[in-house]
């Protein structure tokens, strides 16, 4: 037994209410049954003190005193409750007194103390209980206190043994009820075990396995799923990095490999300068490829573990379009293109991330370019329309079918495999455009039809300072 359980604890809290509860219902039931009992003395007092009264009424004024004694006595053996009544009038004379409370020597009240309800009180008379009632009462005009009394030795005896048998039965009730609670806390949390033991056998070559999830419509079957909704995510980001390293290492090699056997072919013998000249620049192309490609890996792993942080300031759209155009400019040349720069000359002000900014267009018209024949055309334009930025790239290049392009945003994603290493492509390129929109809270959309071009839209949100 682990007293840090949750069984356990759910069974000492079960047991401490219930104990609580039960003792509280005992008392109650006690109190509530001697209320009741010394209720019905108390009528029973009432009514002899009422009798005791009409009788004085009928008798007192035509009798003497002695003959009044007399009389009582006659009265204390026919009328109900037997010899247990005294009557004092205003000065403490006794025209009454039961044998039994003389000897004993019971005090009376003055008819001038008591209150018109009069008092009741509880006493020992030689070792017996009794109630006793002292009403003061008025005969003939003059105050006079008539106190009556009944034995309470039974209803005593009957309280103590009721108070006995819930001492008694108020333990073995929690007792069974404690061993219930503990089997039912058992039972219910049954399926924490269960859950808990296939949560251990899941590891890192079996994040497939998904937990147990009990048909019981309450809070463990909504753990369940939620816990199996949060291992579904975390193989998904298992598999993402898997693939992600797979990847990165595969593209790492392949250009590490160039540069590697370009140097051992090149120093195998000795060649002109010519020939190492071209050696060398060949490493040099697979180099600056292979630090664009860490760089981007680099940003990218950074905007994982959220490090990764924009510098955001007001960004002159118009001037930065012009920057991005003229690199644009020079690509489109280089493959014999025709680019075209769409763009206002005055707009409010950004705030974002220039250098970002920057990078996702030249990202984009870096694709366009690529994938973009001789003689075709490449295209930025830029637009306002209510809050919202609209930046564009279009090109009449290959385009991309349908089913690649849900997946162009995916790291090491390439639509055409058989080109895009030709091409100087690692894929992470959109992929670190995806990640510079969302950082901005703006989206990309993407049309594109084989053989006739692509568009990519930026829209991002305006901001008006």
Not at 24 to 33: E, Y
Not at 133 to 145: A, C, I, Q, W
Not at 222 to 233: A, D, G, I, P, V
Not at 378 to 389: D, E, K, Q
Request: glycine residues 6%.
């Amino acid at each position: 037994m682990n007293p840090g359980s949750i069984r356990f604890r759910l069974t000492a809290w079960y047991t401490a209410v219930l104990a609580l509860s039960l003792g509280l219902f005992g008392l109650t039931s006690w109190l509530v049954v001697k209320q009741v009992l010394f209720h019905a003395v108390d009528e029973e007092l009432e009514d002899r003190v009422e009798g005791v009264r009409k009788f004085m009424d009928n008798q007192i004024g035509a009798l003497s005193v002695e003959e009044i004694r007399d009389e009582f006595k006659e009265h204390s053996v026919l009328g109900p409750g037997g010899d247990l009544f005294q009557v004092c009038d205003e000065h403490g004379i006794w025209l009454y007194r039961s044998a039994s409370l003389e000897d004993a020597g019971v005090p009376i009240e003055l008819p001038s103390v008591l209150t018109k309800k009069g008092s009741r009180e509880n006493r020992m008379v030689k070792e017996v209980s009794v109630r006793f009632l002292s009403r003061p009462v008025t005969v003939l005009g003059k105050p006079y206190t008539v106190q009556v009394a009944a034995l309470t030795g039974e209803i005593e005896e009957g309280l103590n043994r009721f108070r006995a048998t819930l001492l008694l039965l108020i333990p073995l009730v929690l007792a069974a009820a404690s061993a219930g609670g503990w089997w039912m806390s058992r039972r219910a949390l049954a399926p924490v075990d269960e859950i808990t033991a296939t949560a251990r056998s899941i590891g890192e070559r079996s994040l497939n396995q998904r937990l147990p999830v009990p048909p019981s419509n309450d809070e463990l079957e909504r753990l369940s799923r939620t816990l199996n909704q949060m291992l579904e995510r975390i193989e998904q980001a298992f598999q993402r990095v898997t693939q992600f390293t797979a990847d990165a290492s595969h593209e790492l090699r392949t250009p590490v490999a160039l540069m590697r056997t370009t140097a051992e072919l090149a120093l195998r013998k000795q060649r002109g300068e010519q020939e190492y000249r071209q050696a060398l620049s060949e490493v040099l192309a697979e180099s600056e490829r292979t630090t664009e490609l860490i760089e981007n890996l680099l940003i990218l792993a950074r905007a994982d573990a959220g490090k990764a942080q924009l510098e955001r300031t007001l960004v002159d759209i118009p001037a930065l379009l012009l920057d991005v155009g003229e690199q644009a400019r020079k690509l489109a040349a280089r493959k014999n293109l025709i680019f075209r720069l769409d763009a206002f000359e005055s707009a409010p002000r950004v705030l974002a991330d220039a250098a970002a900014l920057r990078r996702l267009l030249l990202i984009l018209l870096d694709n366009a370019v690529k994938y973009t024949p001789a003689g075709g055309s490449v295209s930025l334009r830029a637009s306002v329309a209510g809050s919202r930025l609209h930046l564009e790239v279009r090109d009449t290049g290959a385009g991309i079918d349908s089913v690649d392009l849900p997946h162009i945003f995916e790291r090491f994603y390439r639509a055409d495999k058989s080109r895009s290493r030709d091409l100087g492509g690692s894929g992470l390129g959109l992929a670190l455009a995806k990640w510079i929109a969302d950082a901005h809270q703006a989206a990309i959309l993407v049309e594109s039809t084989v053989n006739q071009g692509s568009t990519f839209r930026v829209d991002m949100p305006l901001e008006n300072h």
